[in-house]
C-alpha cells in the first residue's frame, strides 16, 4: 500500500495535478434566537432608580455536527521530524479526505493549527501516510502502539452571531413626582457603551399595569427609591434563557 501510495504522489508532480484530497465542513443543523433576560415571567421582583427594570439581549446562534477520531491508546505516531502524541480517548478532527484507489480514507489533524492531516484506514489504524491540502507527504508514518485505533465520533458544535455581538435593550426606572412615573427605553447594539436609540417614557402614578411594545408589566409599587413589578408578558418567541 505504502508503494502505490508513493507511486501515486510521483504521478501527481510529473503531470501537474493534484490528488482527490478535499476539505472536510461541519453539517449545518439548525439555528435559534436565544434571549438573556434579567427577569423571570410571573416572577416579582424590583429595581433601584437609576437600574433596569427589564434587560433583554436577543443574538442567534448556529448548531453543526462536526466528525472527530477518538485514540484507543496513549500514542506517539512518527514520520520524518515530525512527531504527534497524544493521550487515550481524546478526539482529533478530521480535516480533508482523501481517495486512492477508489477508496476514500479521513485524515486527522493531531495538533492545532497543522496543515497535516494523518490518513486513517477503515480498520481504524493509521494507513501510514499524511495529506496536505493538495498533495501527500514525502514521509511515511508510524504508530506506537502498533494496535492503535480511531474510533468516529461526532461533536456538537455551537457558533455565534459571527457578525454582531447581539441586540441589547433596557427599561430604566426614573423615579416618580408623585402625579406620574418615569422610565427610559435604550436600545444597544453590539454592546456599545452608549444607546444607538433611547425614549423617555411616562406613567401616571398608581397605574397598577403598564404596556410598552410587547412587554406588559404589572406595578406593585412605584416610589422615588425603586419601583417593584412583575413581567407577565413580553412577546419574545424563541429559546430563552433567564
Known sequence: MRNIIFILFIASLACGCSLPIRSVSREYQ????????NYTI?????AYVGHP???????????????????SDDFKITGGMM?????KDSDYPVVREITLNSL?????CLREGDNLGIIIKDNGNILGQAAYKS??????????????????????EIDSDPFTKGFRYELLY??????????TYREFVEDMARPAFYQNLTYEAGKKQI????????????????????????????????
Open 30 to 37: 439548525s439555528s435559534e434566537s436565544l434571549f438573556e433576560k
Open 42 to 46: 410571573d416572577k416579582k421582583q424590583f
Open 53 to 71: 427594570i427589564i434587560t433583554v439581549k436577543n443574538y442567534n446562534i448556529w448548531k453543526y455536527k462536526a466528525r472527530y477520531m477518538r485514540s
Open 83 to 87: 512527531t504527534y502524541s497524544g493521550k
Open 104 to 108: 476514500t480514507y479521513p485524515a486527522l
Open 135 to 156: 498533495d501527500l507527504s514525502l514521509y511515511n508514518f508510524t504508530a506506537m502502539p502498533t494496535d492503535l485505533k480511531f474510533t468516529p465520533v461526532l461533536h456538537d
Open 174 to 183: 426614573g423615579g416618580t413626582d408623585g402625579k406620574s412615573f418615569f422610565v
Open 211 to 242: 404596556r410598552f411594545k410587547d412587554f406588559v408589566i404589572q406595578i406593585h409599587e412605584a416610589t422615588n427609591e425603586r419601583i417593584v413589578y412583575t413581567v407577565t408578558d413580553d412577546g419574545l418567541k424563541g429559546n430563552k434563557s433567564p
